[in-house]
C-alpha cells in the first residue's frame, strides 16, 4: 500500500524554527500537499510540492525530493497560535485521483 | 457564507439509527469527498464523488453509503449506526486539476450511544 510517515508529535519554542518530516512510497508520486489542522476544526491548505526543491510561503516553507520520497514543512518564527496538528497529504497516480493523509504531527509550541 | 457546508454539526444518536450527514458547496467543485477522524488520527477516506454520476470506495467505505444529488450536493449516510462509526466527519471538495487543494468543512462530529 501507500505509506506515508510522520512523527507523532514535537514540541518546539515560541520564536523557534521547526522542521516536520513526511516519507512516503515514491513509485507513483504526483504531489504532495502539507494541511494545517486546529483541534476541533477543519485542515486548511500550507503547501503544494510536486517538484525537486523549495516552496516558500512567508513563514512556512515546504521541501521536496521525489527521487528519496521525502518532504519537510519548515515553520519558522514560531507563534503559540502554530500550535496544531501538521498533515502531509500525499496522491499517488494509480489511486484514481484521491489524496491519502498521514497520521498528522501534533506541534506544541511553549513560550 | 462558508464556501463548503456540513449539516449538522453535532449529532448525538442511538446504536441501529439511520443517519445522514449533508455537505453543500458553492465552490463549483466537480470533486466531493467524505472522511472521517478518531483522536489522535489522520483523515480517512470513506467514499469520493468526481461528477455527479461517479461514486468511488475510499479506504473504509463499510456500514457507509453517500449519494451525490447534484454537483453542489454530496451526503453520507450510516445505515445502521454503531458505536465504533462516532468521530468527526468531514466533507471536501476539490477542483479537477492535480495540483489544486481540497478545501474542508468546518465539520460534524458524530456521537453514537
Known amino acids: 500500500g501507500q505509506n506515508i510517515d510522520q512523527p507523532t508529535e514535537m514540541t518546539a519554542t515560541e520564536g523557534a524554527i521547526v522542521q516536520i518530516n513526511c516519507t512516503y512510497q515514491t513509485s507513483g508520486f504526483n504531489g504532495l500537499f502539507w494541511y494545517q489542522q486546529h483541534a476541533g476544526e477543519a485542515p486548511t491548505f500550507l503547501s503544494y510540492n510536486v517538484l525537486d526543491g523549495l516552496e516558500e510561503k512567508g513563514r512556512f516553507s515546504s521541501f521536496l525530493s521525489r527521487s528519496k520520497g521525502y518532504s519537510y514543512l519548515l515553520l519558522k518564527e514560531l507563534q503559540m497560535k502554530d500550535s496544531a496538528s501538521y498533515l502531509c497529504?500525499?496522491?499517488?497516480?494509480?489511486?484514481?485521483?484521491?489524496?491519502?493523509f498521514g497520521q498528522g504531527t501534533e506541534l506544541s509550541v511553549k513560550p | 457564507d462558508a464556501d463548503v457546508t456540513q449539516t449538522p454539526r453535532n449529532r448525538i444518536t442511538k446504536t441501529g439509527k439511520r443517519i445522514m450527514l449533508e455537505c453543500s458547496q458553492t465552490?463549483?467543485?466537480?470533486?466531493m469527498y467524505w472522511y472521517r477522524q478518531d483522536p489522535g488520527l489522520g483523515l480517512q477516506l470513506i467514499y469520493y464523488s468526481f461528477d455527479v454520476k461517479d461514486i468511488n470506495k475510499g479506504e473504509i467505505s463499510d456500514g457507509y453509503s453517500v449519494s451525490r444529488q447534484a454537483q453542489a450536493k454530496f451526503s453520507l449516510s450510516l445505515e445502521s449506526a454503531i458505536p465504533n462509526q462516532t468521530a468527526l466527519y468531514f466533507c471536501?471538495?476539490?477542483?479537477?486539476?492535480?495540483?489544486?487543494?481540497?478545501?474542508f468543512g468546518d465539520g460534524t462530529r458524530l456521537s453514537i450511544l
Open positions: 465552490k463549483g467543485h466537480d470533486r
Open positions: 497529504a500525499v496522491r499517488w497516480e494509480n489511486q484514481g485521483g484521491k489524496l491519502i
Open positions: 471536501a471538495t476539490s477542483d479537477y486539476l492535480s495540483n489544486q487543494p481540497q478545501h
